[in-house]
T-cell receptor, first 112, second 109 residues
Framework: DGGITQSPKYLFRKEGQNVTLSCEQN?????MYWYRQDPGQGLRLIYY???????QKGDIAEGYSVSREKKESFPLTVTSAQKNPTAFYLC???????????FGDGTRLSIL | SQQGEEDPQALSIQEGENATMNCSYK?????LQWYRQNSGRGLVHLIL?????REKHSGRLRVTLDTSKKSSSLLITASRAADTASYFC?????????FGTGTRLKVLA
């Protein structure tokens, strides 16, 4: 079955450390997105990519970085510059803009 | 803020009752989508309504859209305990989706 796989499910970050969240899709979708969700809140867009080797900042990109070297993969790095990284991170993809998004099951990031 | 605003923030009903949640927004949209999120999981797409549509049905779901009032509503009929989840509207504008704050629905058996 096609879908989006996020890993790991839980991740802990030490002070000053960069961590990378994985997002892989086998839906052959062109566009991919990263969102941050804080408790009881909606989703806020971190980065999005409409095509391989291209990505754009979302509303809260500071302290995060991404790459899109392959169509299937859109990893997110939470850098040490992100001072409040504790949140639930969701990756999504869509065949083309305006179509429904498919989501992974998220990665919960906490600080040690 | 461009974010969609949903109300109520939380809703608790008995099994078999109908649940209505509303989404208001400020921007122009191409379409509006509704998603469901079970606790600790990703979002699942429920229904999409285009800006030139007024009403859409899918099983026990009914969505309305009033672009003059910039609002949409999601009605779940004959609710079940398994409908317990958070529900989000998402506005499709220019190259990105803007999500609402969500309504937490609890259906009591």
């Amino acid at each position: 079955d096609g879908g989006i796989t996020q890993s790991p499910k839980y991740l802990f970050r030490k002070e000053g450390q960069n961590v990378t969240l994985s997002c892989e899709q086998n839906l052959n979708h062109d566009a991919m997105y990263w969102y941050r969700q804080d408790p009881g809140q909606g989703l806020r867009l971190i980065y999005y990519s409409q095509i391989v080797n291209d990505f754009q900042k979302g509303d809260i990109a500071e302290g995060y970085s991404v790459s899109r070297e392959k169509k299937e993969s859109f990893p997110l790095t939470v850098t040490s510059a992100q001072k409040n990284p504790t949140a639930f991170y969701l990756c999504a993809s869509t065949r083309e803009f305006n179509q429904p998004q498919h989501f992974g099951d998220g990665t919960r990031l906490s600080i040690l | 803020s461009q974010q969609g605003e949903e109300d109520p923030q939380a809703l608790s009903i008995q099994e078999g009752e109908n649940a209505t949640m509303n989404c208001s927004y400020k921007t122009s949209i191409n379409n509006l989508q509704w998603y469901r999120q079970n606790s600790g999981r990703g979002l699942v797409h429920l229904i999409l309504i285009r800006s030139n549509e007024r009403e859409k049905h899918s099983g026990r779901l009914r969505v309305t859209l009033d672009t003059s009032k910039k609002s949409s509503s999601l009605l779940i009929t004959a609710s079940r305990a398994a409908d317990t989840a958070s529900y989000f509207c998402a506005l499709s504008g220019t190259y990105k989706y803007i999500f609402g704050t969500g309504t937490r629905l609890k259906v009591l058996a």
